[in-house]
């Protein structure tokens, strides 16, 4: 058997006639650690940007695949009409100086942060109020996956990867298309004025899918294949 971590790779491999259907089975990466998620989730942050405002979260390396300067010149466009947010981007790779540049261009560097690489990114999420993903590809997108289990909601590209499967016709969160200003605008109004029920019901149905990436999960998995 070849173990893939989604249904998108899997007819990928499928159309491409790589693998048959009974060669096939996903299990989903075993990235959640509840344990230590817990521990680290409180540890303390203290940062003065997160006051009293609605922070945007991006996580991931700072390359032309996941599409930053997208996010900020959008994010630019937000905040004529939301007042109250700001943009957080963690990671670290060779446009992190063109992105500052931008950043300072259009005259959002108060609104805007930026910081390298962090091996604990929970107590960010835990502070932050939506995750964003503009990506132009993906893999299996393990970043929304610790937003969801930390209850946000989150807004993605529907560029290829295992995240169109995660998210649903927005039952778990919110799609966008790919390197569309507009639809991405109107997709996040849509997420930022749904009632708070409404929200509640969605990054439940996330966080409880999350437990498909739990290494005991993953564990169940493995053995049907292997028994």
Known sequence: KVVCP???????????????????????????????????????LNDNFFHESKV???????TKQKNYS?????????????????LLIIGSGEEKNDLKNLIKEL??????????????????????????????WDGSSLAMIDAAYMGIPILCSD????????????????????????NFLNSFEKMYFLDSN?????????????KKFTPFKSFLELNKVLN
């Open 159 to 182: 560029c290829p990867s295992g995240r169109k499967e995660f998210i649903g016709e927005n039952e778990r969160g919110f799609l966008y298309r790919q390197n569309d200003s507009e």
């Open 56 to 62: 945007l979260i991006a996580i991931g390396r700072m």
């Open 198 to 210: 409404e929200i509640k019901k969605i990054t439940l149905r996330a966080k409880r899918k999350t």
């Open 70 to 86: 997208f996010l900020i010149k959008n994010f630019k466009k937000l905040t004529y009409k939301y007042k109250d947010i700001k």
């Open 107 to 136: 005259d959002i560097l108060e609104k805007v942060k930026l910081i390298d690489h962090e091996l604990n990114v929970y107590k960010y999420l835990k502070k932050s109020d939506y995750y964003i993903s503009t990506s132009i």
């Open 6 to 44: 989604s249904q998108e790779l899997k007819k990928l491999f499928l159309v491409n006639k790589i693998f048959s259907e009974e060669q096939i089975k996903v299990i989903e990466d075993p990235h959640l650690i509840i344990s230590n998620i817990h521990k680290l989730k409180n540890h303390k």
